[in-house]
């Protein structure tokens, strides 16, 4: 594969990289070898003051390759220093956390997300792996969604449970008790939404390169409401690079 | 009269008979990494039956083993995955088919029942949770109303009755060295009432007093400590070795319908530790 061509989670880490902040904590959990990627991407070009977390405890780790699991070695032995799950705690109560970023069996409208139960909750037909931290979902600053897959099975008009919660409740009544700011945006490798509807639903905003309208509208499980959506950026060298350098395995190729 | 520091070195057997049925047994480690393998395969091999299981709030072998083996009848563990290798199997079917009482958690309300045992505290005051959809399914959570009308959760105290943790280093009394992260594990020693460590090395106490800082988990808050190489195999150990990616198919293949479950569970589970050492020489050379 030339450097021109980017594959579609390389692109989605490049582009989720530049919507990260300088200076914020970031926090990325169990295998999100994208979101981890696009961490790097923004220490090494234009946030390096960002603050990087796994949920391990690996602070700023800077592995030789990115794993596939978010408990591996590669980001604990490389990291600067390490926390516990008391320091997890406390930053998830107090609202330290300034971005999470997250996905689900089941994205809605709204970005309620599920990963606890598709059927019924009483007797589903998958059952989920559970949310590890949903406190965070409710306190951090910015909750940004991330699904790898962009189908209209994991695009929903509405989760059959919401295991975190959106701009809105599934039943579009606003979310109680929140303290952070909620979801801001959904990126998939082919989309990217904001929840900026009246009633906080996403928006398409832009599109990748490599789709069209047409096919992102039949992919999603959602009333696409009709827009002239931008392109995604154009992926720079450099940066495509720099992913390739920290992937070897070739875990987004 | 004078007499000897006491030791706290057991066999994998004789430790895990401090286990009874009924007990709330937590296990440590996080997702595939620092699991205590050994420990829980020793406990798969007595017959005991409706044990309350929490561990760390990422898990995946020992939870989805013990299920698999028809030994617990309550599970709290919000996050139970084999990540990149798959979903865990025996969890999933026992939920789904209402086999095991499942307890809705997730990290804050787990880690703030640990904590409130921790501290001897009866609850720990969450606020993250406050209208999240986890309070409509746990009705081991509370929500009150202090003076000032601030409404509050409260989480009751999670007191495991024995806590299982694997170790890369170790000494007799218990003074533990984790090489990767301590995630819960020390909260998970400091909340049981007793705690069991298996560890890939025994090294000295004067090895441990040369460098107090590294020391994770400190011996006073240790009761038996088992000296198991590879003792968290399949899964890996940090700093020691990877996890064992075919080992960990190879389980998930038999855990998975249609997969030959009462074949690993003779050939892999109910072999001593140095029998499954050598079953594994190729993998743990």
Known sequence: MSATEASPLERAAIVLSALLNDDETFIVGGASPVPLAAALLAQKFHAPNLVLLTGSGAVNPRPTEIPRSGGSGNLLHSAEAIIDIDDIYDLTESGAIDAICLGGLQVDRFGNFNLTAVGSYEAPRLRGPGMANIGLTMTATRLLLFSPVHSAKTLVERVDYATGYGSRLPSGERVPHRTGGGPEFLLTPDAYFEFTGPDGEAELVAISEETTIAAVTERTGWQVADAAPDRFPPVDDEQLQFVRSIDAAGILA | ?285
Not at chain 2, 31 to 58: F, H, M, Q, T, Y
Not at chain 2, 113 to 132: D, E, N
């Open chain 2, 1 to 285: 009269m004078k007499q000897a520091r006491r030791s706290k070195l057991a066999t994998l057997e004789d430790a895990v008979a401090s286990v009874s049925s009924g007990d709330h047994l937590a296990v440590g480690g996080i997702w595939n990494e620092n699991a205590p393998s050994a420990l829980v395969r020793a406990l798969a091999r007595r017959g005991i039956d409706g044990l309350k299981l929490s561990a760390g709030p990422a898990s995946a072998y020992p939870v989805d083993l013990l299920i698999g083996m028809g030994m617990v009848a309550t599970v709290m563990a919000p996050n139970v995955t084999f990540e990149d290798l798959g979903l865990a199997p025996n969890f999933r079917r026992a939920v789904e088919k209402g086999e095991v009482r499942l307890i809705e958690c997730d990290e804050p309300s787990l880690i703030g029942g640990y904590r409130a045992a921790a501290a001897g505290l009866p609850a720990s005051i969450v606020h993250s949770l406050r209208g999240t959809s986890l309070l409509d399914r746990s009705p081991w959570m509370t929500t009150h109303e202090l003076p000032d009308g601030e409404e509050v959760v409260l989480i009751p105290a999670l007191r495991p009755d024995v806590t299982f943790l694997h170790v890369q280093q170790c000494d007799e009394y218990g003074n533990a060295r984790c090489l990767g992260t301590v995630f819960a594990d020390r909260l998970l020693a400091k909340c049981a009432t007793t705690v069991i460590v298996s560890t890939d090395e025994l090294v000295s106490n004067e090895e441990i007093r040369a460098s107090p800082s590294s020391t994770t988990i400190p011996g006073f808050f240790v009761d038996v400590v088992v000296e198991a190489q590879y003792g968290a195999h399949p899964c890996g150990s940090h700093g020691r070795y990877t996890r064992d990616s075919a080992s960990l198919r190879h389980y998930l293949a038999a855990a998975s319908k249609g997969g030959n479950w009462d074949d690993y569970v003779s050939s892999v589970v109910r072999v001593d530790h140095d029998r499954y050492l050598l079953d594994h020489a190729e993998a743990v050379g």
